[in-house]
């Protein structure tokens, strides 16, 4: 518990926040956390302060019944908290914590792999020429489906684009 009480110390939670870009429900959720986890330390704080002893003669001078006190102050003297292995626990938390800061890893690594192949691209769209400038060759070196289009209509004896008609209108006629 030592161990848990000493990490707990060292937490900084603003720097948390702000190393790990935390935005939105995540940064709330967290400062909610925060929040409690400042409550308990202060209530624990509070009852640690306050006096454990208890005077059963001050109550033995009060109290008429004398078999109540005694009764409670054998049970007083008796009692043993509980204590409770929270290895498990603490052991799964680890577990957990591993697992989703390698997920963590996973996501900045598809996204910095996405982010180049983003750059990658928008260096491509600044750098290409413009439509107007291109040749029949490149177009169909950049896209050979195109080509072979081409070459399977002009096969069958079509030597019209289908849809050109209508877009563009029939210049037979001039």
Known sequence: MAVG????????????TSQLGLKGSTAASLTAFKKRNDDAKRKLQILSDQ????DFSQYRS???????????????????PVTYDVSRQLKAIETFEAQAVQNAQDTKGAVDKELRDLEATLQNIEGARPFEELTVD?????????????????????WSVPGYKEKFGDLSLL
């Open 138 to 158: 490149e177009i169909a070196a950049a896209r050979p489906d195109i080509d072979e289009r081409t070459s399977q209509l002009v096969s069958k004896g079509r």
């Open 62 to 80: 009060v109290l008429k019944n004398q078999s109540v006190i005694d009764e409670i102050e054998s049970h007083f003297k008796s009692f043993k």
């Open 5 to 16: 009480r000493s990490a707990a110390l060292k937490i900084d939670w603003t720097k948390i």
């Open 51 to 54: 006096p454990q002893n208890i």
